[in-house]
């Protein structure tokens, strides 16, 4: 399959007005790049090897994991290249790749995240039967239907843009491959897709985004009824960085597809894409490891078995 196009390579121009912040800003995110390979690796390995981690919680954050660094390897190398040389030519199809895996990973974070929080739900809510219920299969079951999930949605978008005429103009305000950035590159009619893009849309987003509000009103609701101060805040503790990291990721994810993209809008709008895309997959790691005591002690134990 061919796209119909007049345009062969597409310019993103990345952030042309930090011209004058080159260096400090391609530092910076050179940093964040080695962090979040870092950090989220580590805890994938912690995982696999480590026996006080085989539990579906852990499994679950292993996983997001694995989308952070599906997500920051699409985005961030071709986004450091941009700010060096003050934008990037891609090809059409190179394009039409890096939304593929974006889009993938993002629609799986969100179905990821609204698993995590029916764990939560079922840990909390019905503990005598977590173990029965959170089973091995079940969660193997859970996550290739959220991969699944992403793929296809994915790949909905994906088809419906090859049937698009793309006769230009060439530049992508913007520092990566979004759809509808690649959308204002044709000259077809894209209110099909634009129809299509806020049906899935509320399929990604919304209706994992209900499952957790959900989970977590039946949360409280056990919490509260906890008769101890400490047996409370235990129970809360065990929720409260699976909560920063919905609030973080859902509350910039739904910003930037809520404000206008045009004018002075646009360049709020990259800032807030750069959250999501780029500080969230490094937040999460850390957020969940320096919380957790079960990861400190699994890096210690292994970092006294590596110095043993």
Known sequence: MVLKNNITSIFLLGFPYLQNFTFPFFSLLVLIFCG???????????????KTLQSPMYFFITQLSLCDLLLTTDIVPLLLHTVLYGGSTITLMGCMTQFSIFATSECSECFLLSVMSYDRYVAICNPLRYHSIMSHKF?????????????????MDVISIYSLHFCGPHIIDHFYCDLEPILQLSCSDTSRIHTQIVILGFLYVNVPFLVI??????????????????????????????????????GTLMIVYIFPTKGQSQILNMFLSLMYTVLTPLFNP????????????????IKRTLKG
């Open 36 to 50: 979040t390979i870092s950090g989220n690796l580590l805890i994938v390995v912690l995982y696999l090897v480590s």
């Open 139 to 155: 969660c193997m079951i859970l996550i290739s239907t959220i991969w699944l999930l992403g793929f296809m949605v994915t790949l």
């Open 213 to 250: 509000v959900t989970s977590y009103v039946y949360i409280v609701g056990t919490i509260l009824k906890i008769p101890s101060n400490t047996g409370r805040h235990k129970a809360f503790s065990t929720c409260s960085s699976h909560l920063i990291v919905v609030s973080i990721y859902y």
């Open 286 to 301: 850390i957020i969940y490891t320096l919380r957790n005591q079960d990861f400190k002690e699994a890096f210690l134990k």
